[in-house]
């Protein structure tokens, strides 16, 4: 059964980091773009980040530009959202999401064309 999975989430205090992984089983994220989506309380879910299946290209919601990097390791079927200088606006559940397959420089941030979705991560962020 196709999933993904999200681990790495939790309390942080403000200024802190933590570090997501989004972690594919029964299938392959070969030439799946992936996507790291949030929803905060009584706020529609937004795209956060995204990453293209190579690696080679990137985008960042305006929000977390300069704080937070997306990567992902193929070898591992993994991809990861490192978290910096978080603020308490960042307190969400964190989804990961696949699209594929999918052409080389595509990059989907968008959560209705997203075919793939993890349960979430919780993470919090204290003031």
């Known amino acids: 059964q196709a999933q993904l999975v999200e681990s790495g989430g939790g309390l942080v205090q403000f200024g802190g980091s933590l570090r997501l992984s989004c972690a594919a089983s029964g299938f392959t994220l070969d030439y799946h773009a992936v996507g790291w989506f949030r929803q905060a309380p009584g706020k529609e879910r937004e795209g956060v980040s995204c990453?293209?299946?190579?690696?080679?290209?990137?985008n960042y919601a305006d929000s977390v530009k300069g704080r937070f990097t997306i990567s992902r390791d193929n070898a591992k079927n993994t991809v990861y959202l490192q978290m910096n200088s978080l603020k308490p606006e960042d307190t969400a559940v964190y989804y990961c999401?696949?699209?594929?397959?999918?052409?080389?420089?595509?990059?989907?941030?968008?959560?209705?064309?997203?075919?793939?979705w993890g349960k979430g991560t919780l993470v919090t962020v204290s003031s």
């Open positions: 999401a696949s699209i594929g397959p999918t052409v080389e420089g595509m990059c989907v941030m968008t959560p209705k064309f997203m075919d793939y």
């Open positions: 990453i293209s299946y190579s690696g080679g290209t990137t």
